[in-house]
Every structure is written in structure tokens, then in C-alpha cells.
């Protein structure tokens, strides 16, 4: 029966990213709950994993994760932005911000590469 409720937390999972890629959830939730403080926590864990001698190749792999969540949570914002009702510049606002993040990832990936 365990593997049961195991199931449906996966199919929770997919229920809350598939409305994160609709654009579902209200723009603040988006933004700051899924998005921001989800890099901000990778971003810690992989410093974390840093700090702690981690072989390199781990935390190379969170930042890569941490690119690809950026890069969905691009998606996700531009759609929710696309919903909200309210002023007009807190849409802008938000998907330049996301804009910026994701170039702030890319501009990484290219300093470690280089």
C-alpha cells in the first residue's frame, strides 16, 4: 500500500509542474514560491555540496539542474504573467527578472567553461 501513495505523490509532482508550465498558480506563487526560492535553495545545496569536497562532477550537475529549472520557470512566469489581472508592470517586472536570472545562469556556464 506504501507504493501506492508513493504513486500518487509522482502523480502529485507532475500535477504541480504541469500547472506551473499552464501558468496556473498566481504570479506571486510562481515567482517567489517555485521560483526564486527554488534557485535560491539549489543554489545553497550546491554550495553546500562544494564546501564539503563533493567531487566536482556533483555539484556540476546541480547547476546544470538548477539551469533547467530556471529555464521552466522562464515558462512558467511568462504564462502566469500572461494570466494576471493586476498592473500591467508587475508582468513586465517579472518576466525581465526571469530573463535576467536565466542569462545570470548562462553567464555561469560559460565562466566555468571558460
Sequence with gaps: MAQMGAAGDD???????HRLWRGGFPLGTTFWLYGLLGVVLVNLGQNGLEAAGAPPA????VFLANG?????????????????????HWRTLARLAWIVIVLDW???LLDRAG
Excluded: K, T
Design 58 to 61: 556533483v555539484p556540476f550537475a
Design 11 to 17: 502523480d502529485g509532482e507532475r500535477a504541480v509542474l
Design 68 to 88: 533547467f529549472w530556471r529555464l521552466f520557470m522562464l515558462v512558467a512566469v511568462w504564462r502566469s504573467a500572461h494570466l494576471y489581472r493586476g498592473p500591467m
Design 106 to 108: 548562462a553567464v555561469r
